[in-house]
């Protein structure tokens, strides 16, 4: 393996060991810590219009949809 490519694995992994403490002021919901990861897959309109709901309650996209799930928000059509 070439030497760059080593430093760039060792520096990735000391980036996630570090970033280990970042997850101590994760809020802890009806009991329950998150912990699930899940992937979607957006346009890039979606994800707009995503972060826009999210920013106008104050959360992030994340947060909004965790909340979703957890029946804290109603989804209505649009006309």
């Avoid at 002021?25 to 707009?48: M, N, Q």
């Amino acid at each position: 393996m070439a030497e760059k490519t080593r430093r760039r694995l060792y520096n990735s992994s000391e980036a996630q060991l570090a970033n280990l403490d970042g997850h101590k002021h994760r809020k802890i919901f009806a009991d329950e810590s998150k912990s699930v990861r899940w992937s979607v897959r957006l346009t890039p309109s979606g994800r707009s219009g995503l972060d826009e709901i999210a920013k106008e309650n104050g959360l992030s996209a994340s947060e909004l949809i965790d909340r979703l799930g957890r029946g804290e928000f109603r989804l209505s059509k649009s006309a």
